[in-house]
Nanobody
Framework: QVRLVESGGGLVQAGGSLRLSCAAHGLGMVVRAMAWYRQAPGKQRELVASIRNMDTPRYQDSVRGRFTISRNYAANEVYLQMNNLKPEDTAVYYC??????????????WGQGTQVTVSE
């Protein structure tokens, strides 16, 4: 079983910055990719940024140039540096991991979610 532990988030004024962190834990697992999703009130969960092993990161158009996703492969961690935050970035942010074990691919893992609130 894979467990994702998130940290970071909080309240910030528009134009400010926040950094989210997520660590993946699990015996015998190999992480194939990690990503950040977000869900605003009344809206569907959406992909914000993703990064496959040693591949080019991908971003949602609305955050490209402001957010940066990065990995610490040795520690199975993923980070999301969020700069120039806007009120429309307000949401619960979820970490996601695509993992596999010796016997095959595992179900997608999700973090508990962390609130990001951007005020005017």
């Amino acid at each position: 079983q894979v467990r994702l532990v998130e940290s970071g988030g909080g309240l910030v004024q528009a134009g400010g910055s926040l950094r989210l962190s997520c660590a993946a834990h699990g015996l015998g697992m190999v992480v194939r990719a990690m990503a950040w999703y977000r869900q605003a009130p009344g809206k569907q969960r959406e992909l914000v940024a993703s990064i496959r092993n040693m591949d080019t990161p991908r971003y949602q158009d609305s955050v490209r140039g402001r957010f940066t996703i990065s990995r610490n492969y040795a520690a199975n961690e993923v980070y999301l540096q969020m700069n120039n935050l806007k009120p429309e970035d307000t949401a619960v942010y979820y970490c996601n991991a695509d993992t596999e074990a010796e016997y095959g691919r595992l179900p997608p893992a999700w973090g508990q979610g962390t609130q990001v609130t951007v005020s005017e």
